[in-house]
């Protein structure tokens, strides 16, 4: 089935293209229809190199999210080099980029983004990776990572050269991307061995002279050096990394099924006590967690607040006041849960408005009042666009036209309202807002929630992940923007 696959995607991208066709109509028809018999989801569209100028696009099939386990042992160094037949690679800490292939050759290149459209980063990383692959190849997922005797916050630093604005001399000098897995155009995870063998194993960057990727090397290869800190030398490659790990990724040589991995930072814990429970006001109107504990020393640090990573995690664990619970680091920086040994009931506050939130509250991380109404958020909508007004050296806002208040304002609103990164208004907006900021600002004073809504779906093409964030956001905004306007 790989190889009926490969066939109709190079007939189909010949025919898009409009390049010479190797089959008939009838005759593509018929291996279409025997390819979708088999796999229904099957999308020859997603094959198709992004068109020029286009700045997201939605990833393929077969992204997975790794399962994670945390080991009774708290040195994860015994968990290295152990347990032969098994393949286990370091779980890197950096940010996550899929290179995308055609036929076996370089498509495009995304960044993870919300997991179903990612930023195009084409330009910046097309000449770090392999620029041929084997035909079976779809995608390879790969983390950028920075050296930490480059760059003393490479974690940080690592995320900033994929998500942000910096300079390609930057990226060049720091960024170095390694390969964690290959998938076949059939959705299928490579094993480690097809993936070596599918996939050139390093890149020699003769501009910058130096290797700018390669695939993972197995634990065994790698010296863990430090907490947090391994270190890879290859010299015949030109490899001399040392970089920041979170865990192992431990998979059978044969099957990609039960992937999974160690946490590092669940490493040396510490337990306390929950002694309250502070919520904690975000700039867009939601509440967020953050445990008080019982003083606990971790790391040579003394801990009196940790996080749970989240509301849903809160409840889920039930770290209620006076649960008895294990602490660690993430990463190096952040004190979190890692287990909850004596687990209590975990009390919701009440909204300022009043309303008493509940779990149907809990939107993404946090808890967010369900009434478009809610003086609390419109409230905090205020505070937050005035910030963000001043911040953009817009203090003579009301100054400015209708027209170039909406743009500003959709600006804001896109970034802190929605938090869609991939609009970038300087870069990466899909339709210029000239063309739609008269029609938004008559929707607004219309107060027509529904075209609004609409008039931004059509104009940015959203994923459904991100519509019920929209919808649950637009009237009070429109609200806020109505009354700046009045």
């Given at each position: ?12 991208i ?38 020029e ?7 393929r ?43 076996g ?10 997991k ?6 084409t ?32 974690r ?10 910096y ?22 995870i ?30 065994k ?63 867009t ?24 990573n ?21 990463g ?62 817009y ?61 931004i779906?059509n ?25 700046y306007?009045?």
């Amino acid at each position: 089935m790989s190889n009926l696959k490969a066939e109709v995607i190079e007939a189909f991208i010949a025919h898009e293209t409009g390049r010479p066709l190797k089959y008939t109509n009838s005759q593509y028809d018929e291996m279409l229809e025997q390819v979708k018999s088999e796999d229904p989801n099957f999308n020859p569209f997603e094959f198709l190199p992004i068109p020029e100028g286009s700045s997201s696009a939605e990833h393929r099939s077969g992204i997975i999210a790794l399962d994670k386990y945390s080991p009774e042992g708290n040195d994860i160094a015994q968990y290295w080099n152990d347990e032969e037949g098994k393949v286990k690679t370091p779980k890197y800490d950096g940010s996550d980029i899929i290179i995308y292939y055609t036929n076996g050759k370089l498509s495009h290149i995304l960044s993870m983004g919300d997991k179903e459209i990612g930023v195009v980063q084409t330009d910046k990383f097309k000449e770090f990776v392999p620029d041929v692959v084997d035909k079976s190849i779809s995608f390879i997922r790969v983390e950028c990572l920075v050296d930490v005797r480059d760059y003393e916050g490479a974690r940080g630093k690592a995320n900033g050269l994929v998500n942000s604005c910096y300079k390609q001399d930057e990226v060049n000098e720091l960024a170095i991307l390694v390969g964690l897995h290959a998938v076949d155009i059939n959705g299928e995870i490579l094993t480690y061995k097809d993936f070596n063998n599918k996939v050139p194993s390093f890149v020699f960057n003769q501009i910058l002279n130096r290797t700018t990727f390669f695939i993972t090397p197995e634990c065994k290869d790698i010296e863990l050096v430090e907490r947090g800190i391994a270190h890879y030398k290859d010299v015949e490659r030109q490899i001399d990394l040392k970089f920041c790990i979170d865990g192992i990724v431990y998979t059978e040589d044969k099957d990609w099924d039960s992937v999974w991995c160690y946490k590092y930072d669940y490493l040396y814990p510490a337990e306390t006590y929950v002694e309250d429970i502070q919520w904690r006001e975000t700039p867009t109107g939601g509440l967020v967690s953050v445990l008080s504990v019982d003083e606990v020393e971790l790391d040579n640090k003394t801990i009196r607040n940790v996080s749970t990573n989240g509301v849903p995690k809160l409840l889920e664990l039930g770290c209620g006041v006076g649960s008895k619970i294990e602490v660690a680091f993430s990463g190096m920086t952040i004190p979190k849960v890692v287990n909850v040994l004596e687990p209590a009931e975990v009390v919701l506050p009440k909204c300022e408005c009043g309303h008493q939130f509940t779990e149907d509250d809990i939107v993404s991380a946090q808890l967010v009042c369900p009434d478009p109404k809610c003086s609390y958020r419109l409230k905090k909508k205020r505070e937050l666009m005035q910030s963000y007004l001043d911040a953009k050296q817009y203090n003579e806002y009301q100054n400015l036209t209708d027209s170039e208040y909406v743009m500003a304002w959709f600006e804001w609103f896109i970034f802190a309202i929605l938090n869609i990164p991939r609009f970038n208004y300087e870069k990466k907006s899909l339709v210029p807002f000239e063309s739609i900021s008269s029609e938004l600002l008559q929707l607004i004073k219309d107060e027509k929630v529904d075209d609004f809504n609409m008039k931004i779906w059509n104009s940015y093409k959203m994923s459904d992940l991100n519509w019920d964030d929209l919808v649950r956001n637009s009237y009070a905004t429109i609200k806020v923007i109505k009354d700046y306007l009045e």
